[in-house]
Nanobody, 125 residues
Framework: QVQLVESGGGLVQPGGSLRLSCAASGLALRYYDMGWFRQAPGKEREGVSYISNDNTTTHYMESVKGRFTISRDNAKNTIYLQMNSLKPEDTAIYFC??????????????????WGQGTQVTVSS
């Protein structure tokens, strides 16, 4: 059974940092492109970043470029999202997911599957 478990969220002040983790069981992440997504209350889920299975390609949504960094440790079967200079508008539940076979590598949530339960990130003073 495939399971992705996100962790590392919390309450942080504007300008602060958090590091999210996404640990996988039931599949070897080294074979898959992975993505991070977020969903704020009353809004649609949006793609934040993706990373290719071989770690050669990363991409970010415009509003987090220069602040967020996606990475992976295939030996630990885990991907990460380092979030710096956090802003109140980053407040959301953050999810990880793996890209569906046959779908292009993109930030479109429909291209992904095996969603975790998410981890809450709240940026507030």
């Amino acid at each position: 059974q495939v399971q992705l478990v996100e962790s590392g969220g919390g309450l942080v002040q504007p300008g602060g940092s958090l590091r999210l983790s996404c640990a996988a069981s039931g599949l070897a992440l080294r074979y898959y492109d992975m993505g991070w997504f977020r969903q704020a209350p009353g809004k649609e889920r949006e793609g934040v970043s993706y990373i290719s299975n071989d770690n050669t390609t990363t991409h970010y949504m415009e509003s987090v470029k220069g602040r967020f960094t996606i990475s992976r440790d295939n030996a630990k079967n885990t991907i990460y999202l380092q979030m710096n200079s956090l802003k109140p508008e980053d407040t959301a539940i953050y999810f990880c997911a793996r890209r569906r076979a046959g779908y292009p590598l993109s930030l479109r949530p429909i291209s992904y599957e095996d969603w975790g339960q998410g981890t809450q990130v709240t940026v507030s003073s």
